[in-house]
């Protein structure tokens, strides 16, 4: 059997990725829409019920609530474009505040996990403070966050090209590292 993370990494971390280089005035908000549906959204939910066969709740709790992250920001985003339902930016403040809660949950059982994994998960969970920060008022901490979830999105990177890499070479090429907490 594959191992799914492989990909729901790769989704979630090439959507965080571009919307950084949104965040930060690089890039457009088309192309984010665009993975945040598939890639992001889509395959990562693939990849969490594939998690969820082979017994991993983390990773089935992880990349199916992830997943829907990106498909939920794409729907917002694309009401706000056709004036259906605006939400406002406290409007999105709440909802990264809804999911600064959930991050913590799965950041201190990301401890058990791996040391690459709890640190993605601590970049993930600085970045939504951040943001959270950024929508009630304080726009420059969005860009701010915009470079500091860069990180994040190479953490899950590195664990997915850790998955890969470690797979064909048949040995730790790309440590992640023992858990915090065992």
């Not at 993370?5 to 990725?17: C, D, K, R």
Request: proline residues 3%.
């Amino acid at each position: 059997m594959a191992n799914p993370a492989a990909v729901g990494l790769a989704g979630f971390g090439l959507t965080t990725l571009l919307l950084q280089f949104h965040n930060i005035g690089l890039l457009g908000l088309g192309p984010v829409v665009a993975m945040g549906f598939i890639f992001g959204g889509l395959a990562q939910m693939i990849a969490g019920f594939q998690e969820q066969k082979m017994g991993n709740n983390f990773g089935y709790s992880a990349f199916v609530a992830y997943g829907s992250f990106w498909i939920g920001l794409g729907i917002i985003w694309i009401l706000n474009i056709l004036n259906v339902y605006k939400s406002t930016s406290a409007d999105i403040g709440y909802f990264m505040l809804a999911w600064t809660l959930f991050t913590v949950i799965l950041f201190i059982a990301s401890l058990r996990v791996s040391k690459a994994m709890a640190i993605t998960f601590a970049l993930l969970l600085v970045g939504f403070i951040l943001l959270v920060i950024g929508h009630f008022g304080s726009p420059t901490f969005n860009i701010i966050a915009g470079y500091e979830l860069i990180l994040c999105a190479l953490g899950a990177w590195y664990m997915m090209a850790s998955i890969i890499i470690n797979d064909l070479a048949g040995k730790a090429v790309l440590p992640v590292g023992k858990p915090f907490i065992s």
